[in-house]
T-cell receptor, first 111, second 114 residues
């Protein structure tokens, strides 16, 4: 199959770390992505990782890829209210970068 | 700094109407996509186009058609709108030839069919 699975929501306290998980099924995917959708807006690329990498860090964001288990995670350190959004995991497929999308994880920040 | 523009943020149409959703990108991208987004279902691909006048069906093409007469413009057409087509519609484009394959999205069109 071509499923990308994510939890529907995650609730964390402001200042804590958030870890959003994703599992995928296509082992031939070359890129895996995290997109962020703020309320009332389209999606924006947050970060991506090439399939031959295990980890990628960019400021407060850390992406971990476990190819053996086909598991991708996004860690947001020091979560802020501005991080409230829906986070989508996606994997690439084919030469035209057609993306297979997860259902999105809504990140809820508690004060 | 707007890169992908959808013609309307909100639309209300009647059942049976023909509906046109327009999308324009200014990045000279080869690939353009139409998705619908529904709660709990994520993004589902309706159609995509990898070149002018070329189109491919996505996962849920039934009830939709598309047109790409110019590279920068990709139109989604609902031939006869039905209430189950009430949804958020997102247009995206990608370059398709370089690494990363970042997709740029429009702001979305929320369509309500009554």
């Amino acid at each position: 199959g071509e499923d990308v699975e994510q939890s529907l929501f995650l609730s964390v306290r402001e200042g804590d770390s958030s870890v959003i998980n994703c599992t995928y099924t296509d082992s031939s995917s070359t890129y895996l992505y995290w997109y962020k959708q703020e309320p009332g807006a389209g999606l924006q690329l947050l970060t991506y990782i090439f399939s031959n990498m295990d980890m990628k860090q960019d400021q407060r964001l850390t992406v971990l890829l476990n190819k053996k288990d086909k598991h991708l995670s996004l860690r947001i350190a020091d979560t802020q209210t501005g991080d409230s959004a829906i986070y989508f995991c996606a994997e690439s497929k084919g030469s035209n970068y057609q993306l297979i999308w997860g259902a999105g994880t809504k990140l809820i920040i508690k004060p | 700094d707007v890169k992908v523009t959808q013609s309307s943020r909100y639309l209300v149409k009647r059942t049976g109407e023909k509906v046109f959703l327009e999308c324009v990108q200014d990045m000279d991208h080869e690939n353009m996509f139409w998705y619908r987004q529904d709660p709990g279902l994520g993004l589902r691909l309706i159609y995509f186009s990898y070149d002018v006048k070329m189109k491919e069906k996505g996962d849920i093409p039934e009830g939709y058609s598309v047109s790409r007469e110019k590279k920068e413009r990709f139109s989604l057409i609902l031939e006869s709108a039905s209430t189950n087509q009430t949804s958020m519609y997102l247009c995206a484009s990608t370059e398709g030839t370089t690494g990363g394959g970042e997709a740029f999205f429009g702001q979305g069109t929320r369509l309500t069919v009554v």
